[in-house]
Nanobody, 124 residues
Framework: QVQLVESGGGLVHPGGSLRLSCAAS????????MAWFRQAPGKERDFVSR???????LYSNSVKGRFTISRDNAKNTVYLQMNSLKPEGTAVYYC??????????????????WGQGTQVTVSS
């Protein structure tokens, strides 16, 4: 079965950095678009970034210039490097995968598979 396993979350001071990883198994990774979403307490799950099978990348305006998404197809892993973190970045971060090859792919409904999430807390 398909598994997406996130890691790398934790507590960080404002302005600090974290690198999240998502290891995928059970799917043809190189053909899937991979994404990161986040969900703060009491709020909806929001799009953060996605990287397509061809390397096309999209970021939300709230993280553009501070976060970097990448993928290593040899390791079936997608990463999210988060720099200059802000307190409003506190959330559970989720990895997601979709076989869709067209469209923005920024909606949760576009994604077939989800990880269990990893907590990121930005606080002094």
């Amino acid at each position: 079965q398909v598994q997406l396993v996130e890691s790398g979350g934790g507590l960080v001071h404002p302005g600090g950095s974290l690198r999240l990883s998502c290891a995928a198994s059970g799917l043809p990774f190189t053909t899937y678009t991979m994404a990161w979403f986040r969900q703060a307490p009491g709020k909806e799950r929001d799009f953060v970034s996605r990287i397509s099978w061809s390397g096309d990348i999209l970021y939300s305006n709230s993280v553009k210039g501070r976060f970097t998404i990448s993928r290593d197809n040899a390791k079936n892993t997608v990463y999210l490097q988060m720099n200059s973190l802000k307190p409003e970045g506190t959330a559970v971060y989720y990895c997601a995968a979709t076989s869709l090859r067209v469209g923005l792919r920024t909606a949760t409904q576009s994604y077939d598979y989800w990880g269990q999430g990893t907590q990121v807390t930005v606080s002094s």
